[in-house]
């Protein structure tokens, strides 16, 4: 989870406005932005919006928009605003996420944040879901590098049933779905191989139900 503050005080004054580039990571969840507001102005009660203004497609806030009827004076209230990173989001590309923040008078301040998508710092495959599963289910990984990918399923008498992937695959978060439509309910075994870009290797399995 990546979290980050930023300190808005007498909810007129913004501060921190170095250029920095937070890393996100492809799939990641519960990433967090606090925005804190501190009522420091001569009125005893302030009433602030605080608004999702621009985000890339690739992620997805839980609420676009938070909504402070009263600060009292010398309170503070903190605006988090939860979001994930899709799975898919490319990795090396770079974006701006930035806030609106307007008081009850209609003035605004606006504050925005410089992120790059960086690729995942392990190979991990993650258990298929649904697991039970009848007649697909999704198979998750993410590799820290480029590589070659290679995806099988076998039986548990070790017989190959089916090559999902073979291929050259980018450094992130990816996704194949297995079709189990033509074959018999039972233990399945899915084996991910990836070999990196600098001859590393990377090797997982798990696994996985067929109930029809």
Not at 91 to 108: C, L, S, Y
């Given at each position: 989870?990546?979290?980050?503050?930023?300190?808005?005080?007498?909810?007129?004054?913004?501060?921190?406005?170095?250029?920095?580039?937070?890393?996100?990571?492809?799939?990641?969840?519960?990433?967090?932005?606090?925005?804190?507001?501190?009522?420091?102005?001569?009125?005893?009660?302030?009433?602030?919006?605080?608004?999702?203004?621009?985000?890339?497609?690739?992620?997805?806030?839980?609420?676009?928009?938070?909504?402070?009827?009263?600060?009292?004076?010398?309170?503070?209230?903190?605006?988090?605003?939860?979001?994930?990173?899709?799975?898919?989001?490319?990795?090396?590309?770079?974006?701006?996420?930035?806030?609106?923040?307007?008081?009850?008078?209609?003035?605004?301040?606006?504050?925005?944040?410089?992120?790059?998508?960086?690729?995942?710092?392990?190979?991990?495959?993650?258990?298929n879901y649904p697991n039970p599963f009848n007649p697909s289910t999704t198979i998750k990984y993410s590799i820290p590098q480029d590589a070659l990918v290679t995806i099988k399923v076998f039986n548990v008498l070790g017989e190959e049933i089916s090559v999902l992937v073979n291929k050259e695959m980018k450094a992130g978060m990816h996704e194949e779905v297995f079709d189990a439509t033509n074959i018999s309910s039972g233990f399945y075994i899915y084996i991910v191989e990836a070999k990196g870009i600098d001859e590393t290797k990377y090797f997982d399995s798990k696994k996985m139900l067929l109930v029809k």
């Amino acid at each position: 989870m990546l979290l980050l503050k930023y300190f808005l005080f007498a909810v007129v004054c913004a501060v921190g406005y170095a250029q920095t580039v937070y890393e996100l990571v492809p799939g990641s969840k519960n990433n967090l932005f606090e925005l804190i507001l501190s009522n420091s102005t001569m009125k005893a009660v302030q009433s602030v919006n605080i608004a999702v203004q621009e985000a890339p497609e690739w992620i997805e806030f839980n609420d676009n928009e938070i909504y402070f009827e009263k600060i009292t004076k010398s309170d503070k209230q903190t605006a988090q605003f939860y979001f994930n990173v899709s799975g898919n989001a490319t990795v090396g590309e770079d974006a701006t996420i930035g806030f609106r923040i307007t008081d009850q008078t209609g003035k605004n301040w606006f504050k925005s944040y410089n992120v790059k998508v960086t690729p995942p710092s392990v190979f991990e495959v993650f258990q298929n879901y649904p697991n039970p599963f009848n007649p697909s289910t999704t198979i998750k990984y993410s590799i820290p590098q480029d590589a070659l990918v290679t995806i099988k399923v076998f039986n548990v008498l070790g017989e190959e049933i089916s090559v999902l992937v073979n291929k050259e695959m980018k450094a992130g978060m990816h996704e194949e779905v297995f079709d189990a439509t033509n074959i018999s309910s039972g233990f399945y075994i899915y084996i991910v191989e990836a070999k990196g870009i600098d001859e590393t290797k990377y090797f997982d399995s798990k696994k996985m139900l067929l109930v029809k």
